[in-house]
């Protein structure tokens, strides 16, 4: 079995400049292509496993870390859904070859919905076989944040510029900025059909807190194909991350 060997590239200019932190298996393809979600990174519970279900089946993977997240360079605080989007597209016209499946967690539902749509008029060794969207978190910048936040949150954001969120999953707060809501209405979905060119999988826990069951089943309606399977996990939680979660990832991914 091969090992992962961690790379590197260089996105953006000027005060915009970062490296994005990027771990490569060789192998066959069509292969995951990982993207994680909102403060996660890449050497998560779930992209772990996956990495190791590819070398375990003489598959590709790729995997990487947005812009202030994990082991790539920049700040945090700078991130926005176009900017994570822009680190997404350098890193498949860099790396990927071959078809991929997209498996994008949380957030990187989002943007896995926004690469494919971002790829398609661009010429690159990579393609899209299809697309595994665990808990996606489309549009959630409004849909589950702005839409949600109290008259002072949101004040607070439009006047600081920023708001401190407390987070179960860290012991450190999240900045909530105005940029990134802002920008985020750039990149909206869920208004109309979202036409993805391959058949799309997504999971999604009924008991997931960040993003309710029924956004995924909204999601559905949306996506254009008819080749989309909805899995809705009754008492599962927004990771989905316990071992009968890994061997539902695995077996989606399977499928291509």
Not at 33 to 53: E, H
Not at 142 to 162: A, C, H, Y
Not at 171 to 189: F, Q, S
């Amino acid at each position: 079995m091969t090992e992962s060997v961690l790379k590197s590239i260089d996105v953006g200019t000027g005060s915009a400049a970062r490296r994005i932190a990027v771990r490569i298996r060789d192998g066959a393809t069509p292969g995951p292509f990982w993207l994680g979600g909102f403060k996660s990174d890449m050497r998560g519970t779930k992209a772990d496993a996956l990495d190791r279900w590819a070398g375990e089946n003489g598959r590709s993977c790729i995997r990487f870390d947005y812009s202030g997240h994990g082991e790539s360079g920049g700040d945090f605080a700078d991130g926005t859904i176009g900017r994570w989007l822009e680190d997404s597209v350098a890193v498949f016209e860099s790396f990927a070859s071959g078809p991929q499946v997209l498996v994008g967690s949380s957030m990187g539902g989002w943007l896995a919905l926004l690469l494919v749509r971002a790829l398609r008029p661009r010429k690159t060794e990579g393609s899209v076989a299809g697309l595994v969207l665990i808990a996606p978190a489309v549009d959630f910048t409004e849909e589950l944040m702005w839409k949600n936040f109290s008259p002072e949150v949101k004040r607070q954001i439009e006047t600081d510029g920023s708001w401190q969120r407390p987070s179960q999953y860290s012991e450190a707060p999240y900045p909530i900025t105005r940029k990134l809501i802002e920008e985020g209405r750039k990149h909206l979905l869920l208004g109309g059909l979202i036409e993805t060119g391959c058949p799309v999988r997504i999971l999604q826990g009924v008991q997931d807190p960040d993003v309710p069951w029924q956004h995924a089943v909204e999601l559905s309606s949306r996506l254009a194909r008819d080749d989309v399977v909805l899995t809705l996990v009754k008492d599962g939680d927004h990771r989905l991350s316990r071992p009968e979660d890994i061997e539902r990832l695995t077996a989606a991914v399977a499928e291509f």
